[in-house]
């Protein structure tokens, strides 16, 4: 089944403990994104991925890192969490980067920082 | 700078009464839009989307959009509502590098 998985789905950690949210799609996809969520406030980019190697910041990059050394792999990477970064996260991924190709989305994850 | 409104926060229908659901959107060029479906603990799924052509897409299940440029919109709509409808619905513009900017979304209740 094509599809694009995140784990952990759900995620409560400290300030301060470094933690990695793996994004891993099985569709060959070349662009790949994350997202976080807030209420009221949407969806918002996070990081994106061109393709292997090439990744650029989104909107709310600040305190998070990603890397794409495999095309079906976009881990996020909290270096240091805070409270702030508490949100429902949201990889998605697309046949190329491109505004007319769909984005199919992964499940989501719920990290808690306290 | 591409932004996506959605006016309404909170939206409440009867089962079997028509839904309209409004998206107003500022883009430079011409937009290409999504509508987008959460159910509660569910990931995000596509219900239709709009590049070019025919203003009036339709979608899954029984959705459709309207694209009026004159207006700047894309409203959802659903001539009969059923209670699996019950979600919150996002609309989004994608610009350039593939960027989603999505609306702050609409939650449908679904009375009986």
């Known amino acids: 089944e094509a599809q694009v998985t995140q784990n952990p789905r759900y995620l409560i950690t400290v300030t301060g403990k470094k933690l990695t949210v793996t994004c891993s799609q099985n569709m060959n996809h070349e662009y790949m994104s994350w997202y976080r969520q807030d209420p009221g406030l949407g969806l918002r980019q996070i990081y994106y991925?061109?393709?292997?190697?090439?990744?650029d910041k989104g909107d709310v990059p600040e305190g998070y890192k990603v890397s794409r050394k495999e095309k079906r792999n976009f881990p996020l990477i909290l270096e240091s969490p805070s409270p702030n970064q508490t949100s429902l996260y949201f990889c998605a991924s697309s046949p190329r980067g491109g505004r007319s190709y769909e984005q199919y989305f992964g499940p989501g994850t719920r990290l808690t920082v306290t | 700078a591409q932004s996506v409104t959605q006016p309404d926060i909170h939206i409440t229908v009867s089962e079997g009464a028509s839904l309209e659901l409004r998206c107003n959107y500022s883009?430079?060029?011409?937009?290409?839009l999504f509508w987008y479906v959460q159910s509660p603990g569910q990931g995000l799924q596509l219900l239709l989307k709009y590049f070019s052509g025919d203003t009036l897409v339709q979608g899954i299940k029984g959705f459709e959009a309207e694209f009026k440029r004159s207006q700047s919109s894309f409203n959802l709509r659903k001539p009969s509502v059923h209670w699996s409808d019950a979600a919150e619905y996002f609309c989004?513009?994608?610009?350039?590098?593939?960027?989603?900017?999505f609306g702050t979304g609409t939650r449908l209740q679904v009375t009986l």
């Open positions: 989004a513009v994608v610009g350039t590098a593939s960027k989603l900017t």
């Open positions: 883009y430079g060029a011409t937009p290409y």
């Open positions: 991925s061109m393709n292997v190697e090439v990744t």
